[in-house]
C-alpha cells in the first residue's frame, strides 16, 4: 500500500539525475524509460530481499554466573515482523519456520509484531501459526509502538491466544537465571523506569532488556545491562531515511 511512496521518491531523484545532466549539456533521449527501469529494478530487488531474509548470528560471552553455567544459551531474536495485510500467514509460516529451523533455546520478540490492525490477524487465524514457535525456555515479547496504533488492548487479547508472553515493565528470571526485563513501549507514557524495573532483579545474574525502541544506550550501559534488543528503527528502511535514522538513534 506505501510502495507508490518509495516509487515515486526513486523515479523523482532518477529524473532529477538526468535533469542535472541537462542543465550541463549532456542530454539523455531516453531519461524518463532509464528511470522507469532503474526504480523498479530498485524496487524489485527490494521486494527480494523483503521476500528472502537473512539470520545473522552473534556469539556474545557475558562474564556472569547462571545456573547451568557451562551451558551456552540459544536465543533468536526477531523485531517489526509488522502482521497484518502487508505481511500474511503465507509469510509468518516461513519466518516461524526460519525460527524453529535455528532450534533455540529462547525467543524474543523486540515489538510491533502487530501492524495496524489485529482484523486480519484474526481474518487469516494467525495464532495457528504462532502456536507452532518452539522454545522449550518460552517466547517473551515486548509491545512497540504498532501494538499501540493496533489498539494495546486488541493486542494483548490477541496475543493471549499465543504462546507468546508479553512482558509489559515487568521481569522474567529464567529457570537457568538469565533475567529478562521487558518494558513497555514509549507510547505509554507513564512507563516504569529502567531503574524501577532494576530494583526486582538481581545484578549478579545476566540480565537481558527488550525495549522496542533504542533510546538512551550510554545510561542503559551504566546501570548493568548485559544485553539489550530492540527493533523499530528498520535502519530508516530506505534511503535517504537511513540518515535521519543515523542522527536521531546511538544504534
Known amino acids: ?120 490477524l484474526y481474518e487469516e487465524k494467525m495464532t495457528e501459526e504462532l502456536a507452532e514457535l518452539k522454545a522449550p525456555l518460552g517466547i517473551y515479547m515486548v509491545p512497540g509502538n504498532h501494538e499501540y496504533i493496533s489498539g494495546i488492548d486488541e493486542s494483548v487479547r490477541f496475543l493471549k491466544d499465543t504462546p507468546i508472553q508479553l512482558l509489559r515493565d515487568s521481569v522474567v528470571t529464567l529457570p537457568n537465571g538469565v533475567q529478562i526485563i521487558g518494558r513497555d513501549d514509549r507510547s505509554n507514557r507513564s512507563r516504569h523506569s529502567l531503574p524501577t524495573l532494576l530494583k526486582q532483579a538481581d545484578r549478579s545474574k545476566p540480565i537481558i532488556l527488550l525495549d522496542h525502541q533504542p533510546y538512551n544506550l550510554a545510561k542503559t550501559d551504566s546501570l548493568g545491562i548485559d544485553l539489550q534488543f530492540s527493533g523499530h528503527t528498520h535502519h530508516g528502511q530506505i534511503w535517504p531515511m537511513s540518515l535521519i535514522t543515523d542522527r536521531i538513534y546511538e544504534q
Open 1 to 120: 500500500g506505501t510502495g507508490w511512496l518509495v516509487f515515486t521518491l526513486y523515479m523523482v531523484l532518477c529524473l532529477i539525475i538526468f535533469d542535472l545532466f541537462r542543465l550541463f549539456n549532456f542530454p539523455c533521449k531516453y531519461g524518463f524509460y532509464i528511470s522507469l527501469f532503474l526504480t523498479l529494478s530498485l524496487l524489485s530487488y527490494g521486494y527480494y530481499n523483503y521476500q528472502h531474509p537473512k539470520t545473522e548470528v552473534f556469539n556474545i560471552v557475558i562474564n556472569k554466573q547462571t545456573v547451568h553455567n557451562e551451558q551456552p544459551l540459544k536465543v533468536v531474536s526477531v523485531s517489526d515482523v509488522h502482521l497484518g495485510y502487508g505481511t500474511d500467514k503465507e509469510e509468518l509460516k516461513q519466518y516461524v519456520e526460519m525460527i524453529n529451523a535455528q532450534k533455540p533455546d529462547l525467543i524474543l520478540i523486540g515489538g510491533d509484531l502487530i501492524d495496524n490492525s489485529v482484523v486480519p
